[in-house]
Structure formats: C-alpha cells, structure tokens
C-alpha cells in the first residue's frame, strides 16, 4: 500500500473541541497516519474549537444555520465539503441533527462521537452534559463512549468502537463528563478515524 495516501477529514464542531484537539494530537503522535485534517466546520462562530484549528493551520468555516434553515446550512456544507475534496466527515462535538439527505448522500462517511454506550441514553435530546446528568440519574455503574456511523437516526448508526467508563460514587455530571472526554473519547475517536481511513483506501485501489 502506498504509505503516502491519506484519506481527506473535515471535523465538524460547535463547542470546545477538546475531541478535534485529540484528533490533532493523534495526527503528531502518528496515531492517524492514514487521514488529514483538511477542514474544520463550525456553526458556532465563538466556538474555541475554532481557535484550536486555526492555531494548527487547518481552515476553518464557519457556516450557521439561519432563517432558510437545514437546506441553505447544507448546501453550503456540500459546497465547502466538495471544494476540500473531503472523504469522511468527523462530528466531534457537533450539536446539530443533519438532514435524511445529507446522511443519504454521505452514507459511510460520517461518523460521530457519543458520550453513552450507545443504546444507552442516545436520541434526540441526549448531548453534551444532560448525557452524563441522565446517567447519573438512571444510576448505573458503566458508561463510556460510542463511535459510530451517522445515518438518518439520531446515534442510531452502525457501532464502530466503543469503551467503557466507570461511574464513582461522588460523580456529578461535570466529573463524569471529564472522566468520559479523557478515558474514552479522546482515545477511542483517533483510532477510529484511523481505522475508516484504511478501510477507505483499501476500498478505493
Ligand atoms: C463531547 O463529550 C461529545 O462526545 C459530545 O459533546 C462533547 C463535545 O466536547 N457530543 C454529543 O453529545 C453529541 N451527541 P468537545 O467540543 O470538547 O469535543
């Protein structure tokens, strides 16, 4: 296989971008030596993970949704996406629903980090913190994070990786959340970018 041909990533983000940082970090630490970071979209224009690409010289794009909603937001997405050349898409903190015909369109190639096993506490409703305040809730002892594909049901896509977490005694939504990002996502979401990176090109020859 030629070791020089890497698949082209944009990472879609909305918040701190502690996972796009991972992915970063992955990149230096030959983690992923299969994908480049070639952009990174965000509909967040005070996102810090905004700060983060720039200070790695990745192009950013900030692109919102406004008043003409999903379709306009998309179209300009594909645009961005198309002029990238990008194979897979990365949701790294990416808090908004994509479209049926958008995940149609990029059937396979994107893939989205979730802080639950998955099917535990997923869905429409289920993000960032109130993921880790429902679990606390619920009372169970393991939770963790999912890799998986995006297709039209919210976390609802094929299962790529997952790794469990313990929940402590004294956990509030905040520790857990910190617990999750550091033991779990940070760790399972390089490997499984890298891993559909090589299947991607093993497809492509
Ligand atoms: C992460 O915990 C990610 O798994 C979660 O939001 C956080 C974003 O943090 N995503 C979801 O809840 C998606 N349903 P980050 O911006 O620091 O990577």
């Known amino acids: 296989m030629n070791t020089n041909k890497k698949i082209n990533v944009a990472v879609f983000v909305s918040g701190g971008g502690t996972n796009l940082q991972a992915l970063i970090d992955a990149v230096d630490a030959n ?11 965000s509909n967040n224009a005070n996102a810090y993970a905004i700060k983060r690409a720039q200070s790695n010289n990745i192009p950013v794009l900030v692109i919102q949704k406004d008043d003409n909603g999903y379709l306009k937001f998309e179209n300009k997405v594909i645009k961005a996406l ?17 479209s049926k015909d958008f995940t149609k369109k990029y059937e396979n190639r994107i893939i989205n980090i979730h802080p639950s096993l998955i099917p535990s506490f997923c869905g429409k409703g289920y993000y960032g913190l109130r993921v880790h305040k429902a679990t606390l809730e619920y009372g169970v002892k393991l ?8 297709n039209e049901v919210p976390d609802g896509g094929k299962i790529i990786m997952q790794k469990a ?13 910190k617990r999750v990002m550091e033991k779990a996502e940070q760790i399972i979401l390089p490997r499984a970018v890298e891993l559909v990176a090589r299947k991607m090109l093993k497809e492509k020859k």
């Open 31 to 41: 983690i992923i030596t299969r994908a480049k970071l070639s952009l990174v979209v």
């Open 82 to 98: 198309e002029m990238y050349d990008i194979d897979i898409i990365v949701l790294a903190g990416f808090m908004q629903i994509l």
């Open 165 to 177: 977490v313990r929940v402590l005694k004294n956990d509030t939504p905040e520790t857990l959340q």
């Open 143 to 150: 939770t963790g994070a999912t890799v998986h594909y995006v």
